[in-house]
């Protein structure tokens, strides 16, 4: 190869070593006796990527693993910080919710709230707790049934549009969408 105009100027000559993994160390050309280097001759030894003792690799994205789950994965993040999951799964299982509230009626004498619904969780010990109007309220169990939820507030609700939010075990139980009060 030349980068001359004319190919009587001059040659030049490059020597690579592909796949090589360690410094070949410095050579020479060096002119034979027999066919010497005639003309003008100049060379530079030069070794242009020098091989390293170190590599560094980018770390592999967690994405780019595959794992066999029977449960699919989740990246969990809180406040844009990456979280850890408990003993390093972060198992997703969707788990359909139980029952759901039609309506309630507040009765501000007696401080009670009253909640129809269905399929109301049958154990009334899987109820967390039951809240409405920013106040807790304690439920009645001997009223308590699967359509049904009596409750006394433990303080004056605060004034506003507010519904009541029963905690499960499982999450919380969802309102009708067109839920009357």
């Not at 501000?108 to 399929?119: E, K, R």
């Not at 309102?175 to 009357?180: D, F, P, Q, S």
């Amino acid at each position: 190869m030349t980068t001359l105009p004319y190919y009587e100027n001059g040659r030049n000559i490059s020597i690579s070593f592909d796949g090589l993994s360690v410094d070949p160390g410095q050579f020479s050309i060096i002119s034979d006796s027999e066919t010497p280097l005639t003309g003008n001759v100049t060379y530079f030894q030069d070794t242009p990527v020098p091989s390293g003792g170190n590599l560094w690799y980018d770390p592999i994205p967690f994405e780019m693993l595959k794992t066999y789950e029977t449960l699919p994965q989740v990246l969990v993040t809180i406040g844009d910080l990456p979280a850890v999951c408990h003993n390093g799964t972060c198992n997703y299982t969707y788990v359909d919710a139980v029952g759901e509230i039609a309506s309630f009626t507040y009765d501000a004498t007696a401080s009670t709230l009253n909640i129809v619904g269905t399929s109301l969780p049958t154990n009334i010990s899987d109820i967390s707790s039951v809240s409405f109007a920013q106040s807790t309220c304690t439920i009645d169990t001997t009223t308590y049934s699967e359509t049904n939820i009596d409750c006394t507030l433990d303080r004056a609700p605060v004034c506003g549009d507010f519904s009541p939010v029963v905690l499960h075990n499982l999450g919380i139980i969802p309102n009708v969408a067109t839920m009357a009060n």
